[in-house]
């Protein structure tokens, strides 16, 4: 079921078809886009909310997005405190565009979520709201980290002429 919903989910945060391929990891699932455009290591909390490493092969770009049900501004970016079994931070998200009834945010410091996600077993964001309210999301961790491991080892994320490749500058609607 869990899996379903998944690729489900997927199909909506990423607008694309249900993916090509996926294998799992306890709470955690790689996956290619049916396009190929992209591939993908995440996991769904109980809500249906997505936390996920997506990568880009064509530009060699990774990111972290967190797809969720509060609502933002796109091009907006927002505090949000961080919490693990590890320790607690705070880290900024900006928000994309929505697919459906959920918003796509992206964290401004890929490396400070790649440690966190890689070294805990349970996250959660608290996002501030209008009002003096937290929407707090938890995500399991179990399984990220071999779920990351084979989407950075899958031919599609090396670049395609054997060298790596040059961080790309062109504009994106994430």
Not at 54 to 76: K, V
Not at 106 to 121: C, G, H, L, W, Y
Not at 147 to 167: F, N, Q, W
Request: glycine residues 6%; positive net charge; proline residues 4%.
């Amino acid at each position: 079921m869990r899996t379903l919903a998944l690729a489900l989910w997927m199909a909506i945060v990423t607008s694309s078809a249900v993916a090509q391929q996926e294998r799992r990891w306890a709470a955690w699932v790689f996956g290619i886009a049916d396009d190929r455009e992209y591939i993908y290591a995440a996991t769904v909390n109980d809500s249906g909310h997505v936390l996920g490493q997506y990568c880009f092969p064509a530009d060699g770009n990774c990111i972290y997005l967190l797809a969720m049900s509060t609502s933002c501004t796109q091009g907006n970016r927002y505090p949000v405190l961080v919490n693990s079994d590890t320790g607690s931070t705070t880290a900024e998200i900006y928000c994309g565009d929505r697919l459906g009834s959920r918003y796509r945010y992206i964290f401004s410091d890929f490396d400070q979520i790649d440690r966190i996600v890689k070294e805990a077993s349970r996250v959660g964001f608290a996002v501030p709201l209008k009002s003096d309210q937290f929407n707090v999301v938890r995500f399991d961790l179990r399984g990220s980290n071999e779920a990351i491991a084979a989407m950075l080892a899958s031919p599609l994320a090396r670049p395609r002429s054997g060298s790596p490749a040059p961080r790309g500058t062109r504009d994106q609607r994430l």
